[in-house]
């Protein structure tokens, strides 16, 4: 697994945790029953988004490895505070799990005052499933064809700038982006980032900086076009886009999707939930439809996910504090 954390180019900065995320619970129950019903795996998005479609991904193999349906539910609203608060005040008995973004576990509390549920001592990390870059969008036909072109509008027409974004990451990496460009805009909420890429595509809102999953298409059709990724490198689905630093932009993110459930969850489930994932992210289809979406295929222990959130948590929450940035 690749080292953490996933976000870059951050020098000097002390991380100490206190809190211990609560890995393996209850280790004395077994699982050799497990699952004897219906799995439900709750998505804090609407429909469309890398999330949304991971979770679809991993519940199908489930379901014809384990002869229970796992059912993905979606929950979207308040930057995916809604659904994640649902699994974290459920049952921990295995059938009530979350298909988590970096958004609700690391950003919400970088951004949020106060939040109805603790990341860490609410929820227990089952395997990190994909780790993707985002990309800055505009419509098709926009006249703007690279960021600093973007940023220079929005500068002559601040009140004609705006940007859509359904999550806290999202909204976090678009206010990173306007600090270190002096870009212009106005944050307009969505419940998905398809949502939001959709409103970019019908002239509601100037731009979002979003996942591929709900932009490729857009983006190979002409519906949308991208300005540029926040990897490294250019993503092999998507060579065209450059990415930031070709176009002189200190900006490297990538986020990620995991597999959660609520805290106290016996070890034993958490331990056989965690190696279908591994098992599920190493099918070729698997591998084929998210290296599509620009995905990079993850799967790690639990052990492993928690250590990436643990870091990230205070990471974020410096970086919004040193950029003044609030939710609320």
Known sequence: MRPVPLLRGMVGIALTLATTLPVHAQGAQGADGYPSK???????????????????????????????QVIVENRPGTAAIIGTDAVAKAAPDGYTLLMGASGPIVFNPALYSKLPYSPTRDLTPVSMIGSFPLILVVRGGAPQRTVNELVAYTQANPDKSNYGASAASFQLATELLKSKTGMRAEHIPYKGSADSANAVAAGQVLMTLVDSGPVAGPIKGGLLRGLAVTSNKRMAALPEIPTMAEQGIDLQITLWSGLLAPAGTPTAIVQKLQAEVARIVRLPDVRERMAQLGIEAEGGTAEEFAKVIATEIPLWAALAKANNIKAD
């Open 38 to 68: 219906p799995i439900r795996i709750v998505v804090g998005y609407s429909p469309g988004g890398a999330n949304d479609i991971l979770a679809r991904l991993v519940g199908q193999k489930m379901t014809e490895t384990f002869g229970q």
